[in-house]
């Protein structure tokens, strides 16, 4: 069976024309601008998706947690020689703040011993100058605890005030001045805010050649914010 033969014809070809528009012009970038976009959006989108989620987030790592605190009773007394002043205090009043940032706080305090029924007088002022703390827990039990630069005042003796003969007190039984602090504590919230301290604490003064070593039980009740 043979090959039919072409038929040649002197048609000249026929040129098929592209129907479809072209995107050029202002029209043509804007549209792309916007493709690229979505594109990039929808990227974006899937990224953040695929990421962990983040864990919670507690005050005290982000900006911080105060606390204020007021001790509401205590007792102290010296191991070291105090004459004057008496050699037990059965009444120590105090207040205190702190920032906790983690798991460290920082604290500033000031207390008050006096014991207005004993035979001899006693006003002892002691405080904390700084108070470095380190802070276990997040829970209801949050021991602590914490070393401080501090400082003390006599306040019965021949000299009250802090400019006797160039140093605090130099007249006065119970050694003064600057000293250095060391504690232990617990803090037992009770509710969201507010908790219920207490505090076993030593600190060693030292003022004119004399030294004091001083302890002191703290009970108290404080409030975060």
């Known amino acids: ?104 706080r920082l604290g500033w305090r000031v207390h008050l011993l006096s014991n207005p029924g004993g035979d001899r007088r006693l006003r002892f002022l002691y405080g904390d100058l700084l108070s470095l703390e380190r802070v276990y827990g997040e829970g209801t039990w949050r021991p602590y605890w914490r070393v401080a630069l501090g400082f003390a005042l006599d306040l019965v003796g021949e000299g009250a005030t802090l400019g006797d003969e160039g140093y605090f007190n130099a007249a006065s039984g119970a050694a003064g001045g600057l000293g250095l602090a060391h504690g232990w504590g617990l803090d037992a919230f009770v509710s969201d805010a507010w908790f219920v301290r207490a505090e076993a604490t030593l600190r060693v003064h030292g003022a004119a050649g004399r030294t004091g070593v001083l302890w002191a039980g703290h009970l108290g009740v404080g409030r975060t914010f």
């Open 1 to 104: 069976m043979s090959r039919p033969d072409f038929v040649r014809t002197n048609h000249p070809p026929v040129q098929i024309r592209d129907t479809r528009r072209r995107s050029s012009g202002p029209r043509g970038v804007a549209r792309f601008v916007l493709k690229l976009g979505v594109a990039w959006a929808l990227m974006a989108g899937a990224a953040r998706a695929t990421e962990a989620p983040d864990g919670p987030t507690y005050p005290e790592l982000a900006g911080g947690e105060s606390s204020l605190w007021i001790d509401v009773g205590g007792v102290a007394g010296w191991f070291t020689d105090r004459a004057p002043l008496s050699a037990f205090s059965p009444l120590v009043l105090g207040v205190g703040y702190g920032h906790r940032v983690g798991v460290v």
